[in-house]
């Protein structure tokens, strides 16, 4: 089988920096262009959620067989 992952340039602008999980809207950012949610108690990895689809450009798309 035939898998693809997209990869993307991003605009990652002035993030709003949270280390526990909340709902977010584009409209709740306080002027922020992201939420960056660090890695730690409540999450293993760091995530970074956009809101935006401009801020986010497809650079590759990577193919991969199984």
Known sequence: ??????LYATAYGN???K???HSYTKYSLQGKNC?????????RNDEIIFYDEAA???QYLVEFAA
């Open 1 to 6: 089988s035939i898998r693809f992952m997209g």
């Open 15 to 17: 993030p709003l920096y």
């Open 19 to 21: 280390t526990r999980t």
């Open 35 to 43: 939420v960056h949610a660090k890695a730690g108690m409540y999450l």
């Open 56 to 58: 986010m450009v497809l």
